[in-house]
């Protein structure tokens, strides 16, 4: 009974913010990675930021370095705070749990959320 559950996703204008959140239940991840991944329509999923068991460590894409802050409440819950959206940000966005020593890369991570929207439009 290991559950990951994303929730804030919806709609947003170019320019714009939105947070993303994710609660885990069913075990305890305090030694585990925790990652956001997207997944546009046509394409591969992509590896978007992670930080650390501590939450003292955070890596993140080159693509959204500067404008995407991860961060993690405890043991179970990371977020995802997405600024100065472009309509290239427009996926799927999975939330992802593991003990991964390669932060970037999802055959690392065991448990997966269900995703959730974000489109960003003009």
């Known amino acids: 009974q290991v559950q990951l559950v994303e929730s804030g996703g919806g709609l947003v204008q170019v320019g714009g913010s939105l947070r993303l959140s994710c609660a885990a239940s069913?075990?305890?991840?305090?030694?585990?990675?925790m990652a956001w991944f997207r997944q546009a329509p046509g394409k591969e999923r992509e590896f978007v930021a992670a930080?650390?068991?501590?939450?003292?460590?955070t890596y993140y894409a080159d693509s959204v370095k500067g404008r995407f802050t991860i961060s993690r409440d405890g043991a179970n819950t990371v977020y995802l705070q997405m600024n100065s959206l472009k309509a290239e940000d427009t996926a799927v966005y999975y939330c992802?749990?593991?003990?991964?020593?390669?932060?970037?890369?999802?055959?690392?991570?065991?448990?997966w959320g269900q995703g959730t929207q974000v489109t960003v439009s003009s």
């Open positions: 992802a749990a593991g003990p991964a020593t390669k932060y970037n890369e999802a055959a690392m991570y065991n448990y």
């Open positions: 069913g075990r305890t991840f305090s030694s585990y990675a």
């Open positions: 930080v650390s068991w501590s939450g003292r460590f």
